[in-house]
């Protein structure tokens, strides 16, 4: 049972522009959410995180978007660098305090 | 500051073999956890070790176990492989009283089971 979706594998876009990593939960008891990056060969990375008291969290070029009622989240990635080409990955607390993760979207930013 | 660190890189063994993998976690971190990451999926937990003390644990089976030393480094065991334990398995230290935002993690060893 994936908690936690990521339903595009894959994402491309142009450098400058824009990069938007979708993510949707199914249960409503998680109450805060992570974005994790990770590069080949190294452990993921803390991005950005949001609790669910909120809706919005931002981060320099980085912006977490979160709508409770469809149990969805975003990841706003502005302007979109060559350097931020890697697998994003979401995650959510579940009621045991444990981070569950979604599969992954690989972003590349083409130059 | 060294970061965690995760020894042996890569391993390869056979099926129905033993394997120990091993972490130090960041210096001052008392919290460690383990994951598997199998090819196209996320990271998913195993367990989480604090003050030498198993915190939690995922949906595996007992094949898999693990300790913490006084150290606070870290063992994952894994007996009777199975082809499906291929994966690369990640461990994350935290600091004492962080939330789990605040995990750090290693860079991984990757276990390919023939």
């Known amino acids: 049972d994936q908690q936690v979706k990521q339903n595009s594998p894959s994402l491309s876009v142009q450098e400058g522009r824009i990069s938007i990593l979708n993510c949707d939960y199914t249960n409503s008891m998680f109450d805060y959410f992570l974005w994790y990056k990770k590069y080949p060969a190294e452990g993921p990375t803390f991005l950005i995180s949001i609790s669910s008291i909120k809706d919005k969290n931002e981060d320099g070029r980085f912006t977490v978007f979160l709508n409770k009622s469809a149990k969805h989240l975003s990841l706003h990635i502005v302007p979109s660098q060559p350097g931020d080409s890697a697998v994003y990955f979401c995650a959510a607390y579940n009621q045991g305090g444990k981070l569950i993760f979604g599969q992954g979207t690989e972003l590349s930013v083409k130059p | 500051d060294a970061g965690v660190t995760q020894s042996p890189t890569h391993l390869i063994k056979t099926r129905g073999q033993h394997v120990t993998l091993r972490c130090s976690p960041i210096s001052g971190h008392k919290s460690v956890s383990w994951y598997q990451q199998v090819l196209g999926q996320g990271p998913q937990f195993i367990f989480q070790?604090?003050?030498?003390?198993?915190?939690g644990r995922g949906n595996f089976p007992d094949r898999f176990s693990a300790r913490q030393f006084p150290n606070y480094s870290s063992e994952l065991n894994v007996n009777a492989l199975l082809l499906g334990d291929s994966a690369l398995y990640l461990c994350?230290?935290?600091?004492?009283?962080?939330?789990?935002?605040?995990?750090?993690f290693g860079p991984g060893t990757r276990l390919t089971v023939l």
């Open positions: 070790y604090y003050e030498k003390e198993e915190r």
């Open positions: 994350a230290s935290s600091p004492p009283g962080a939330r789990d935002n605040e995990q750090f």
